[in-house]
């Protein structure tokens, strides 16, 4: 499974768009690029994923890029109630696990 | 909405006790996992179940760690004994998809382990 690289920590201010980066240079072809954000004190909570695409849901929008070695979460307004460590984790769709790095911690601030 | 059930929310114990921690997965939920994470880190994966079978326990310490899912449905973790490094917090989560995909996972709040 492919690693990824994320930056420790990131501020925002609320309202405003949080624009989590993330590397992976190395993702293969049937690897799918997932987010999940961990609360504090609560278990992980899955946020989107794609494979190509850009994708956007109710919580966020993933932008992929056309080489499919970096990808970027967005989340349009951000509330007090979006910090938390957000992690990046690619994992294949042949029973590939899902591991966990060390994530962004995304702090927003009034 | 259903949840990912898990218990108890919060243990401590001394070291070279034994202790047990169970889940009861979202109801239909073929797939189940346990992972832990210590203070600071990002989960990692201990064991993987598809109904009843083990499909992957590779980093499960397996002379102190067992896991079972007797009928596929619900699933103990133990260890025994405990030592001070296995302080951390035990997640479970499901998932709906069968072998060969990687899903959307669905996680319990966890199970917070300190051992004395």
């Known amino acids: 499974d492919a690693k990824t690289t994320q930056p420790p920590s990131m501020d925002c201010a609320e309202g405003r768009a949080a624009n989590l980066p993330c590397n992976h240079s190395?993702?293969?072809?049937?690897?799918?690029v997932y987010w999940y954000r961990q609360i504090h004190s609560q278990g992980p909570q899955y946020i989107i994923h794609?494979?190509?695409n850009n994708e956007t849901n109710e919580m966020a929008s993933l932008i992929i890029t056309e080489d499919r070695k970096s990808s970027t979460l967005i989340l349009p307004h951000a509330t007090l109630r979006d910090t938390a460590v957000y992690y990046c984790i690619v994992a294949n769709n042949q029973g590939g696990k899902l591991i966990f790095g060390q994530g962004t911690e995304l702090s927003v601030k009034p | 909405e259903a949840e990912v059930a898990q218990s108890p929310r919060y243990k401590i114990t001394e070291k070279s006790q034994a202790v047990a921690f169970w889940c009861d997965p979202i109801?239909?939920?073929?797939?189940l996992y346990w992972y832990r994470q210590i203070l600071g880190q990002g989960p990692e994966l201990l064991v993987q179940?598809?109904?009843?079978?083990?499909?992957?326990d590779s980093q499960l310490p397996k002379d102190r760690f067992s896991a079972e899912r007797l009928k596929g449905v619900d699933s103990t973790l133990k260890i025994q004994p405990a030592e001070l490094g296995d302080s951390a917090m035990y997640l479970c989560?499901?998932?709906?998809?069968?072998?060969?995909?990687?899903?959307?996972?669905?996680f319990g709040e966890g199970s917070r382990l300190t051992v004395l």
């Open positions: 794609g494979l190509k």
């Open positions: 109801s239909g939920h073929a797939t």
């Open positions: 179940f598809q109904d009843e079978s083990v499909v992957d």
């Open positions: 190395t993702i293969s072809g049937n690897e799918y």
């Open positions: 989560a499901s998932s709906p998809v069968m072998r060969g995909y990687t899903g959307e996972l669905f």
